[in-house]
């Protein structure tokens, strides 16, 4: 386009003189204004912010004066010690006083212990303040005053009897005080708008206005609070910030702006002349005279052969990117049909024997490669080689599908594979004839009819377990929730007790037994890389009392406050099962584990009061293991019972758990096998990080939750555990029920949702909340391994789960008065 535009050169070395003198002038001009020295404006000193932040200051002493004789006034509105006074009415009695009073956001009336007694925002009774910094320095105090809040500007809280030993009143200042505060001494001082203030805590936090930058330029002064009559100076200081001293100097005149004018038209005159003188020979050597058949000037040949070659070089790049452009789209379509189907695909010149793939670098762009058939051939068995020249030269031969099943050579772990490799015969573009081929490696099982019923069998009997262990993970849910809201019952009866302990330890058993029909149906692929060593074995030992140690005593030497270890739960339950049938074939009485948390090669700061689960490892087992933390498990067995005879037994059994262990990255010992003595083997098995306690503090201790649950008996459940724990519960049937409820009010803390709902799936219903509302929390509830690889983004509850689960994930509701 731009070559299309022509300037006379005339005006363009107009132009170009004209924008040098106006150049020229705004710099003389600039320097002029530089000597000149500024006139700074005298009444926008100091003086005027000191007197303002000073008056500032000393309203803020005679607002926290107030609030101590406001607080005053509710405790003797509120009579604390008047047992005909319910809480109730006490709490009306706060809302109507603040009604009356908007610069407080509340008035809290708290107990000796911390728990909120009475207060105007309902979500705060039977809450606790025992935890919070200023109640600890209140303790001995008549009157305290704690800095910011979340929705206060300050709190004053004020004993009501002797310090220590009395309740207290909690009034909770409105950020509205300190503005109020602000316009007062603006009407009072007629002070300018762009004067602000701002107050600063003892910590340097900024209680009302922002915190300015360091190099801020305007001037300002800063005034210190002294605190009330019983208040002690709370160390708050307040910054006035004055306009920017205004610099004033003197405008340019008149008739130097006339010169200036004068110069740069005459500099664009003189260029257009000039211009013109130098245009005009140029002008006549590219058009020729008119009416005349004198050939075309030499200026406007060479400008159409340039114009000629440009546009040509132009198309041609064009074609190229486009062809280039193609030939990835084709690249693309040959590598997404390879992993879809399965079939490598090849191409083979029979004239030089090479064979073209294509494949993709590590930048992820595809590319050409080459080897030679001789490569090619040397990949397969020698006894195979010519049935592949035999099947390339019947594919040149004639038209169709050449088929041949080729072997390949075995790989370094001694195992060979069988190839299908189909040729077909093609052509390119130059009309020279080439072979295409299509390989994929064959699964001898998985490729007969008996492998592929197989599979068919494995995919439903994968169906039919997740649906039964989803209904049994639903009953054992209900079955802990109402255990769980039962056990914590106030003044429950200790025989009701034991016997609710009893069956929550029969739910957590029928857990373990819903883990093992998913890792029997879901294959080692599916397996949990971390376990509970102690569950574990709680869950399983009676498992192996009942079934293959024929009511032999069994021994729990496990603690519960173990850390996770790095190996499967499958694994440890099949290690543990060929040892006790090893056990129980020798004819040894009885079977014990015990654990204990150790390092190995590593010395702490807390090793000296980690006390004997935790030292640094000494023994023979110490320099075969890396350093780090393990889980050091015992196996042990009783003697043999008097009068039974030694059996000869062999070592399979041993054998299997200790390669289990092994592939879990484990260390097995065998120290005694039986034969003799009882049987002795020991695991060491790595410990995974301990995961440090969720901060609590960023959840209230009363949250608004969603709970979309299908089955109502599992929904009314888990809402009944919900409100136990002092939630609010908002219930819904399905996703959809979900989301009519969100876009009516959204005003929800967490949403817990059960994936395998019918319709809208958990993990739907989630995509769509994260979407719309942003600010909820999302939990998905699922049995352990059901939910998606795309939900591990969310939280996730495994179903069956307890109130302490639904607690670790909420956060554990603030203490409260018995």
């Given at each position: 386009?731009?070559?299309?535009?022509?300037?006379?050169?005339?005006?363009?070395n107009?132009?170009?003189?004209?924008?040098?003198?106006?150049?020229?002038?705004?710099?003389?001009?600039?320097?002029a204004?530089?000597?000149?020295?500024?006139?700074?404006?005298?009444?926008?000193?100091?003086?005027?912010?000191?007197?303002?932040?000073?008056?500032?200051?000393?309203?803020?002493?005679?607002?926290?004066?107030?609030?101590?004789?406001?607080?005053?006034?509710?405790?003797?509105?509120?009579?604390?010690?008047?047992?005909?006074?319910?809480?109730?009415?006490?709490?009306?009695?706060?809302?109507?006083?603040?009604?009356?009073?908007?610069?407080?956001?509340?008035?809290?009336?708290?107990?000796?212990?911390?728990?909120?007694?009475?207060?105007?925002?309902?979500?705060?009774?039977?809450?606790?303040?025992?935890?919070?910094?200023?109640?600890?320095?209140?303790?001995?105090?008549?009157?305290?005053?704690?800095?910011?809040?979340?929705?206060?500007?300050?709190?004053?809280?004020?004993?009501?009897?002797?310090?220590?030993?009395?309740?207290?009143?909690?009034?909770?200042?409105?950020?509205?005080?300190?503005?109020?505060?602000?316009?007062?001494?603006?009407?009072?001082?007629?002070?300018?708008?762009?004067?602000?203030?701002?107050?600063?805590?003892?910590?340097?936090?900024?209680?009302?206005?922002?915190?300015?930058?360091?190099?801020?330029?305007?001037?300002?002064?800063?005034?210190?609070?002294?605190?009330?009559?019983?208040?002690?100076?709370?160390?708050?200081?307040?910054?006035?910030?004055?306009?920017?001293?205004?610099?004033?100097g003197?405008?340019?005149?008149?008739?130097?702006l006339?010169?200036?004018?004068?110069?740069?038209?005459a500099?664009?005159?003189?260029?257009?002349m000039?211009?013109?003188?130098?245009?005009?020979?140029?002008?006549?050597?590219?058009?020729?005279?008119?009416?005349?058949?004198a050939?075309?000037?030499?200026?406007?040949?060479?400008?159409?052969?340039?114009?000629?070659?440009?546009?040509?070089?132009?198309?041609?790049?064009?074609?190229?990117?486009?062809?280039?452009?193609g030939?990835?789209?084709?690249?693309?379509?040959?590598?997404?049909?390879?992993?879809?189907?399965?079939?490598?695909?090849?191409?083979?010149?029979?004239?030089?024997?090479?064979?073209?793939w294509?494949?993709?670098?590590?930048?992820?762009?595809?590319?050409?490669?080459?080897?030679?058939?001789?490569?090619?051939?040397?990949?397969?068995?020698?006894?195979?080689?010519?049935?592949?020249?035999?099947?390339?030269?019947?594919?040149?031969?004639?038209?169709?599908?050449?088929?041949?099943?080729?072997?390949?050579?075995p790989?370094?772990?001694?195992?060979?594979?069988?190839?299908?490799?189909?040729?077909?015969?093609?052509?390119?573009?130059?009309?020279?004839?080439?072979?295409?081929?299509?390989?994929?490696?064959?699964?001898?099982?998985?490729?007969?009819?008996?492998?592929?019923?197989?599979?068919?069998?494995?995919?439903?009997?994968?169906?039919?377990?997740?649906?039964?262990?989803?209904?049994?993970?639903?009953?054992?849910?209900?079955?802990?929730?109402?255990?769980?809201?039962?056990?914590?019952?106030?003044?429950?009866?200790?025989?009701?007790?034991r016997?609710?302990?009893?069956?929550?330890?029969?739910?957590?058993?029928?857990?373990?037994?819903?883990?093992?029909?998913?890792?029997?149906?879901?294959?080692?692929?599916?397996?949990?890389?971390?376990?509970?060593?102690?569950?574990?074995?709680?869950?399983?030992l009676?498992?192996?009392?009942?079934?293959?140690l024929?009511?032999?005593?069994?021994?729990?030497?496990v603690?519960?406050?173990?850390?996770?270890?790095?190996?499967?739960?499958?694994?440890?339950?099949?290690?543990?099962?060929?040892?006790?049938?090893?056990?129980?074939?020798?004819?040894?009485?009885?079977f014990?584990?015990?654990?204990?948390?150790?390092?190995?090669?590593?010395?702490?700061?807390?090793?000296?009061?980690?006390?004997?689960?935790?030292?640094?490892?000494?023994?023979?087992?110490?320099?075969?293991?890396?350093?780090?933390?393990?889980?050091?498990?015992?196996?042990?067995?009783?003697?043999r019972?008097?009068?039974?005879?030694?059996?000869?037994?062999?070592?399979?059994?041993?054998?299997?758990?200790?390669?289990?262990?092994?592939?879990?990255?484990?260390?097995?010992?065998?120290?005694?096998?039986?034969?003799?003595?009882?049987?002795?083997?020991?695991?060491?098995?790595?410990?995974?990080?301990?995961?440090?306690?969720?901060?609590?503090?960023?959840?209230?201790?009363?949250?608004?939750?969603?709970?979309?649950?299908?089955?109502?008996?599992?929904?009314?459940?888990?809402?009944?555990?919900?409100?136990?724990?002092?939630?609010?519960?908002?219930?819904?049937?399905?996703?959809?029920?979900?989301?009519?409820?969100?876009?009516?009010?959204?005003?929800?803390?967490?949403?817990?949702?059960d994936?395998?709902?019918?319709?809208?799936?958990?993990?739907?219903?989630?995509?769509?909340?994260?979407?719309?509302?942003?600010?909820?929390?999302?939990?998905?509830?699922?049995?352990?391994?059901?939910?998606?690889a795309?939900?591990?983004?969310?939280?996730?509850?495994?179903?069956?789960?307890?109130?302490?689960d639904?607690?670790?994930?909420l956060?554990?509701?603030?203490?409260?008065?018995?």
């Amino acid at each position: 386009m731009l070559d299309s535009v022509r300037i006379p050169l005339k005006v363009l070395n107009a132009a170009q003189l004209a924008g040098i003198a106006a150049a020229a002038f705004a710099l003389a001009c600039l320097a002029a204004g530089l000597a000149v020295p500024d006139r700074i404006d005298p009444d926008a000193g100091g003086r005027r912010v000191l007197e303002a932040s000073r008056s500032f200051a000393e309203a803020v002493d005679e607002a926290l004066t107030g609030a101590v004789t406001d607080a005053r006034n509710v405790a003797l509105l509120l009579r604390p010690d008047d047992p005909d006074l319910t809480e109730a009415a006490r709490a009306d009695l706060v809302r109507d006083w603040l009604a009356l009073n908007p610069r407080y956001r509340d008035a809290v009336l708290i107990g000796l212990d911390g728990t909120v007694r009475t207060a105007g925002e309902p979500r705060r009774l039977g809450t606790s303040v025992a935890r919070e910094p200023w109640f600890a320095r209140a303790r001995n105090a008549v009157a305290v005053v704690a800095g910011p809040e979340a929705d206060a500007a300050f709190t004053v809280a004020l004993a009501l009897g002797p310090p220590g030993r009395s309740d207290r009143l909690q009034l909770r200042a409105a950020p509205v005080l300190f503005e109020e505060i602000g316009a007062r001494v603006r009407r009072a001082l007629a002070l300018p708008a762009d004067l602000v203030f701002t107050v600063t805590g003892a910590d340097g936090r900024a209680l009302a206005g922002s915190l300015p930058p360091t190099d801020d330029p305007r001037p300002h002064a800063a005034t210190p609070t002294r605190g009330g009559q019983d208040l002690a100076n709370p160390g708050w200081l307040v910054t006035g910030y004055g306009p920017v001293a205004e610099r004033t100097g003197s405008a340019p005149d008149g008739r130097v702006l006339g010169l200036g004018l004068a110069l740069v038209l005459a500099a664009g005159a003189l260029g257009w002349m000039l211009g013109g003188r130098a245009a005009r020979p140029l002008a006549r050597l590219a058009d020729a005279p008119a009416g005349s058949e004198a050939p075309v000037s030499a200026v406007r040949e060479i400008a159409a052969l340039t114009g000629s070659l440009h546009d040509r070089a132009r198309s041609a790049d064009t074609r190229l990117a486009r062809a280039d452009t193609g030939l990835d789209r084709v690249r693309g379509r040959l590598h997404i049909f390879e992993t879809m189907s399965g079939w490598t695909c090849w191409e083979i010149d029979p004239e030089t024997r090479q064979v073209i793939w294509s494949d993709r670098e590590e930048a992820g762009t595809p590319a050409d490669r080459a080897a030679d058939l001789t490569d090619l051939a040397a990949r397969f068995e020698p006894a195979d080689h010519a049935l592949l020249d035999l099947t390339l030269r019947a594919a040149l031969a004639a038209d169709g599908p050449h088929d041949a099943v080729l072997r390949t050579r075995p790989d370094a772990d001694g195992g060979g594979a069988r190839v299908l490799v189909r040729f077909l015969r093609g052509t390119d573009a130059a009309g020279r004839a080439r072979v295409h081929a299509l390989s994929r490696a064959l699964d001898t099982a998985a490729d007969t009819p008996a492998g592929l019923n197989e599979r068919r069998r494995s995919h439903v009997l994968r169906r039919v377990t997740d649906g039964i262990v989803h209904d049994f993970n639903d009953v054992l849910t209900v079955v802990l929730a109402n255990l769980g809201v039962l056990r914590r019952r106030p003044g429950l009866d200790p025989e009701l007790a034991r016997l609710a302990d009893t069956a929550l330890a029969g739910a957590q058993r029928g857990a373990a037994l819903t883990r093992r029909m998913l890792s029997l149906a879901r294959g080692a692929e599916e397996g949990i890389g971390e376990s509970d060593l102690a569950a574990t074995v709680a869950a399983f030992l009676p498992f192996m009392q009942g079934n293959v140690l024929r009511d032999a005593p069994v021994i729990d030497r496990v603690p519960a406050n173990l850390p996770r270890v790095l190996c499967p739960e499958r694994i440890l339950e099949i290690a543990l099962l060929n040892v006790a049938f090893h056990v129980r074939d020798h004819g040894l009485h009885g079977f014990a584990v015990g654990a204990a948390e150790q390092l190995v090669g590593v010395e702490t700061a807390d090793d000296a009061t980690a006390g004997a689960a935790k030292e640094p490892l000494e023994g023979p087992a110490g320099p075969g293991l890396p350093e780090g933390t393990y889980v050091h498990v015992l196996l042990a067995s009783g003697r043999r019972q008097p009068g039974e005879p030694a059996r000869a037994v062999g070592m399979d059994g041993i054998e299997t758990a200790a390669r289990l262990i092994a592939e879990a990255g484990g260390v097995w010992r065998l120290l005694s096998d039986g034969s003799e003595e009882g049987f002795l083997a020991e695991i060491w098995l790595r410990a995974a990080e301990r995961t440090a306690p969720a901060e609590p503090a960023a959840w209230a201790s009363a949250l608004r939750v969603l709970l979309v649950e299908s089955d109502s008996l599992v929904r009314a459940s888990v809402a009944e555990a919900l409100a136990e724990l002092g939630h609010r519960v908002t219930q819904a049937a399905s996703g959809e029920h979900a989301l009519a409820l969100l876009a009516e009010s959204d005003a929800y803390d967490a949403m817990i949702a059960d994936q395998s709902m019918p319709v809208m799936t958990g993990l739907q219903l989630a995509a769509a909340v994260v979407e719309r509302h942003p600010g909820i929390r999302v939990i998905l509830a699922s049995p352990h391994g059901h939910l998606p690889a795309a939900g591990r983004r969310f939280l996730q509850l495994d179903k069956p789960f307890r109130q302490e689960d639904l607690m670790a994930l909420l956060g554990p509701p603030e203490a409260r008065a018995a």
